[in-house]
């Protein structure tokens, strides 16, 4: 782990995930700002934050690699598993952090390094329509 320098483009990415506070893809934050920066510029930063543990990442129902503010209530202690659930919603795309964690059981003469799941649903937004 190094030192997050504040540029102007990291406080931009970390601006984004406070404005929406909702898990945002690589594909919307490389459209958000293709005008201040390039796609490697974007992915570099992202790597760098999630190394530092300010944002997560998991893979979506959709294939694209999501990334949301960590916040450390929602992580176990477990290896440093990131073990909360994470919701996408099938009609809006709204993809949020649920804050529960999920107990991993021990996997005997295994180790695990990486644990993910995604529930797909509607959000109650969708629902109500």
Not at 44 to 68: K, M, V
Not at 107 to 128: N, R
């Amino acid at each position: 782990m190094g030192v997050i320098r504040k540029t102007k483009s990291v406080k931009a990415l970390l601006n984004a995930f406070a404005e929406q506070e909702v898990a945002l893809s690589t594909v919307a934050l490389v459209e958000q700002f293709q005008d201040h920066m390039n796609r490697s510029t974007v992915y570099r930063i992202l790597e760098r934050l999630e190394d530092e543990g300010i944002l997560h990442s998991f893979t979506g129902s959709d294939g694209l690699t999501w990334y949301a503010l960590g916040n450390k209530n929602l992580f176990s202690g477990k290896a440093n598993l990131d073990t909360h659930p994470h919701f996408q919603c099938k009609d809006c795309g709204k993809t949020v952090c649920l804050p529960m964690s999920v107990s991993i059981p021990d996997v005997s003469k295994h180790t695990v390094e990486s644990v993910s799941l995604l529930l797909v649903g509607q959000c109650s937004d969708c629902a109500s329509v």
